[in-house]
Structures are given as structure tokens and as C-alpha cells.
């Protein structure tokens, strides 16, 4: 696997499930991020770790919750969810660098549909 | 806060022919980066070029350059001999400081090349 992975590429879920999507990156950065892109809207930064620790959190709803449990995985737990959270969720990576620029790589997304 | 605005919802352009691509930002802080990023129908973000703030010349990434003028506070992607396979979304984004890594994406263009 190269680049920017992420698991399942397309969930359907109800209000009241628990699911969890995947992002793993084989890419060596010690950043990575979750965002949401719902239709007709900006991509919107959900949760950014740096180092394995957590460093933004963008007003997120807590039926939203992210773990980073190494410098090359991530996960974001869903639970309780409504239909406005349906949307593609990408995830992204990118090295941390004291200068310079950290342009960041991204997955193909995960497409969340809430029934 | 900062923000970008891309007014260009959708924009046409003959094969082999050089595009432009409208993108205006806000920003209050003196170190920033501006960055575009291509997202074809599968879904994935991929990075296409990078501006400094500080830069004095403008990036060039292959047929893809930014024509970055400050003082106008815009930063429009110019495709040159345009390819069917250019056909996506395009963002325009712009990262704190001049890393990037919070990036505010705007809304989009969605590019069509014809034959």
C-alpha cells in the first residue's frame, strides 16, 4: 500500500449504530488530519494530531470521536449520527516542519451515508 | 479568521487551451501559504502547487502555475495546454503561517475540458 489509505471506502448506518472509519498512512509524516466535504460547502477541518496528539478540535459534535493511536493510523468513532452528517470524510497526512511548507497528502474518502 | 473565495462554480475550456482559475483569500496574519489542490471523481485531494507569502515569484509545478499578486490578495491557478484528464473540482486553500497545516479550503471550480 502507498500514500494515504482509508477504510471502508462507502458506510450506511443508521442513527443509532456505532461504526468506525479507518485511515492509515504508509508516507513517514507525523501529522494527520480528518475533515468533512459535504455537498455545495468548503471541506471542513474536523480534528488535527500532530505527533500523536491531539492539537485542534473544530467545534465538533462529540458523536464524532478520533483516535490516533500511532504516527501512522487514525480512526474517527461515530456514534449516534444524523442524517446531516452525511457526507465524505477525508482523511489526510502531512510532515510537520519548523519551516518550509507541509502540503498534505490525502486519501480517496470514506462516503457516509445516515439513514 | 481567514477565508478564501473561488466565485467561479464551474468554468469550460477547450483541449490544449490555457485556463485560469479565479482565487481571492483573507487573512490577517503576515505569514501565510496558499495551496491548490485538484479533486478528480474518485474522490481524492491531490496537492497541486504551493505559495508562499513571502515568495517573490510565482510558483510554477509543471503546466500548473499561481499567478500570486498581493497585493489584490488573490492567488489564480493558470493551467496551460489543458488535458480531458484536468476535468475536476479544484480548491484553493490557505494554511496559517507558512507551513499549512491548518488549511481553509474554499468552494471549489469544477473544471470541464472539451474536445
Known amino acids: 500500500e502507498t500514500g494515504v489509505t482509508q477504510t471502508p471506502r462507502h458506510l450506511v448506518m443508521g442513527m443509532t449504530n456505532k461504526k468506525s472509519l479507518k485511515c492509515e498512512q504508509h508516507?513517514?509524516?507525523?501529522?494527520m488530519y480528518w475533515y468533512k466535504q459535504s455537498a455545495k460547502k468548503p471541506l471542513e477541518l474536523m480534528f488535527v494530531?500532530?505527533?500523536?496528539?491531539?492539537?485542534e478540535n473544530n467545534s465538533v459534535p462529540s458523536r464524532f470521536s478520533p483516535e490516533c493511536p500511532n504516527s501512522s493510523h487514525l480512526f474517527l468513532h461515530l456514534h449516534t449520527l444524523q442524517p446531516e452528517d452525511s457526507a465524505l470524510y477525508l482523511c489526510?497526512?502531512?510532515?510537520?516542519?519548523?519551516?518550509?511548507?507541509?502540503?498534505?497528502?490525502f486519501g480517496p474518502g470514506t462516503r457516509l451515508t445516515v439513514l | 479568521a481567514q477565508k478564501i473565495t473561488q466565485t467561479q462554480p464551474g468554468m469550460f475550456v477547450q483541449e490544449k487551451e490555457a485556463v485560469t482559475l479565479d482565487c481571492t483569500y483573507d487573512?490577517?496574519?503576515?505569514?501565510?501559504?496558499l495551496f491548490w489542490y485538484k479533486q478528480p471523481s474518485s474522490g481524492e485531494m491531490i496537492f497541486l502547487i504551493y505559495?508562499?507569502?513571502?515568495?517573490?515569484q510565482n510558483a510554477t509545478e509543471g503546466r500548473y502555475s499561481l499567478n500570486f499578486q498581493k497585493a489584490r490578495k488573490s492567488a489564480n491557478l493558470v493551467i496551460s495546454a489543458s488535458q480531458l484528464g484536468d476535468s475536476a473540482m479544484y480548491f484553493c486553500?490557505?494554511?496559517?503561517?507558512?507551513?499549512?497545516?491548518?488549511?481553509?479550503f474554499g468552494t471549489g471550480t469544477q473544471l470541464k475540458v472539451e474536445l
Open positions: 486553500a490557505i494554511g496559517q503561517g507558512g507551513g499549512g497545516n491548518k488549511l481553509t
Open positions: 489526510a497526512s502531512s510532515q510537520d516542519r519548523t519551516s518550509g511548507y507541509n502540503e498534505q497528502f
Open positions: 487573512t490577517s496574519d503576515q505569514s501565510y501559504g
Open positions: 505559495q508562499g507569502s513571502y515568495d517573490e
Open positions: 494530531y500532530s505527533l500523536e496528539e491531539r492539537v
Open positions: 508516507l513517514g509524516h507525523n501529522a
